[in-house]
């Protein structure tokens, strides 16, 4: 009798709030509790095919999934909403390409293509308020300010301009119309990374060179800091804000995860050439104040736990929690396989 394949995992993202986050599989979609890390529900490929991007709604009984990989039953231009509690899709919205990206809240569901921006009312009637074009983008770059109860309820992704980011308050749209964007000139090269705080106030950005992230006050438009991930070139799979926006992490190929502080940026490192008295650009650079490591050249997801606590979840299956203090001393505190929390034959 042949073996069954393993699973691979092609994306995968955390809740809302950090507490849980969705695996998009070869064999479905799992969703898994944080801390303790258990799985809460796995919908199988008889149903759900191979899926490349699963989206979750906070905790609630919605998700939004997207068809692809090996043996998809739904196309990749496709956006379904499934709803637990009834078993069933709910919703099914369809467009001229593929889709890279799905954000959801529980006002907005959101749709990143290549060239366009799509934003929906949701769940209740889902109806497009507005679409936008952006710059290319491969990647599906697009973040919105998570929650209802943010203090600005902000979409960003990049903008038509090279390294540019864009930025669309939603509360000043109406129906078919959008209001005039914002573009911060943010790096030089194309983005790469994109975040956006729980408040809805503050953005993080890097470009494909995966040097330096920066953060933006959203409201004032200006530069907050420049964080210094290393010198070499490296992809950057993720930057996340913790839920205060004290700290903020990023994971690359590196197999590192670099914690910064931003509320106390004191607590930063710098180039011990700049205690010489050195000056410049390179020298001045924050450095992370803890650095985790993952395997290397896996994507992960990073996202901030309790008070010192920063989880990677990599596309290997494996799971890291790590616990680092303000010195800067950053020990592992749990791993685990979180693929092993349940077979296929437990669909």
């Given amino acids: 009798m042949p073996s069954t394949p393993p699973d691979e995992v092609y994306s995968v993202r955390f809740s809302q709030d950090g507490s849980a986050f969705a695996c998009a599989l070869s064999s479905g979609v799992r969703l898994y509790n944080l801390e303790p890390l258990s799985e809460l529900a796995s919908h199988g490929p008889k149903f759900f095919g191979s899926i490349a991007i699963c989206e979750m709604l906070d905790r609630s009984n919605l998700m939004a999934v997207v068809g692809g990989g090996a043996t998809p039953r739904f196309a990749d231009n496709t956006v379904l909403v499934y709803d637990s509690a009834l078993q069933a899709?709910?919703?099914?919205?369809?467009?001229?390409?593929?889709?890279?990206?799905v954000r959801l809240r529980r006002d907005r569901l959101i749709v990143a293509m290549r060239r366009q921006v799509h934003v929906f009312t949701f769940p209740l009637p889902c109806e497009r308020l507005f679409t936008v074009e952006s710059g290319d983008n491969p990647l599906g770059?697009?973040?919105v300010s998570p929650l209802a109860t943010s203090e600005a309820h902000v979409l960003c992704f990049p903008a038509r301009k090279r390294g540019a980011l864009q930025l669309i308050d939603l509360t000043a749209t109406e129906a078919q119309v959008s209001c005039a964007p914002v573009t911060l000139n943010a790096h030089q090269g194309p983005l790469a990374a994109l975040a956006v705080n729980q408040q809805g106030t503050l953005a993080a950005t890097a470009?494909?060179?995966?040097?330096?992230?920066?953060?933006?006050?959203?409201?004032?438009?200006?530069?907050?800091?420049?964080?210094?991930?290393?010198?070499?070139?490296?992809?950057?799979?993720?930057?996340?804000?913790?839920?205060?926006?004290?700290?903020?992490?990023?994971?690359?190929?590196k197999g590192t995860i670099h914690v910064f502080a931003l509320k106390e940026p004191a607590l930063n490192r710098r180039s011990t050439l700049s205690r010489l008295g050195l000056r410049g650009q390179y020298l001045e650079s924050q450095w992370a104040l803890a650095t985790c490591t993952v395997p290397a050249e896996r994507p992960c997801a990073c996202a901030f736990g309790a008070a010192g606590t920063v989880y990677a979840v990599c596309t290997d299956g494996t799971f890291h929690k790590y616990v680092f203090t303000a010195d800067g001393i950053c020990n592992r505190e749990a791993y685990d396989v979180y693929l092993d929390a349940c077979g296929k034959n437990d669909f």
């Fill in 141 to 143: 770059l697009c973040e």
């Fill in 89 to 101: 899709f709910v919703l099914e919205l369809t467009f001229t390409g593929p889709v890279l990206a």
């Fill in 207 to 253: 470009s494909r060179k995966g040097t330096l992230v920066r953060v933006w006050d959203i409201g004032q438009r200006c530069l907050l800091a420049e964080l210094r991930r290393g010198s070499d070139t490296a992809v950057l799979y993720c930057i996340g804000f913790s839920a205060d926006s004290t700290y903020l992490c990023c994971g690359s190929d």
